[in-house]
């Protein structure tokens, strides 16, 4: 059974490749000859994560948000009194106390 009986219209094949017609090529620079460069089977590369949020980021366009300031928070409550706040110079220095 042929391709022509099962979906009932003609296929148009292209030629055999022979082995005196090479792969057209891409060359840059008109494709003149000359020694160009040749690129074959290019990709085109993708940004990296990074790269890509800062070239995606949201821009401040408005007048009201490039006026606008840093938020202000209300300052953090005082710690409860069984806690003790201490530097990293201070801990080093004496060893805890066992209670």
Not at 23 to 30: D, K, N, S, T, V
Not at 50 to 65: I, N, Q, Y
Not at 68 to 78: F, H, N, Q, W
Not at 82 to 98: G, N
Request: a positive charge; charged letters at 20%.
């Amino acid at each position: 059974m042929s391709v022509s009986a099962i979906f009932g219209t003609r296929l148009v094949l292209p030629p055999p490749i022979t082995a005196a017609s090479p792969p057209p090529r891409l060359a840059i620079g008109g494709g003149g000859g000359g020694g160009a460069l040749v690129i074959e089977c290019s990709s085109r590369p993708q940004k990296k994560a990074t790269k890509h949020h800062m070239k995606t980021r949201p821009r401040k366009s408005r007048p009201s948000d490039i006026n606008r300031g840093p938020t202000v928070y209300p300052p953090l409550p005082p710690l409860p009194p069984d806690w003790t706040p201490i530097s990293d110079d201070s801990a080093a220095a004496t060893p805890p106390q066992p209670e």
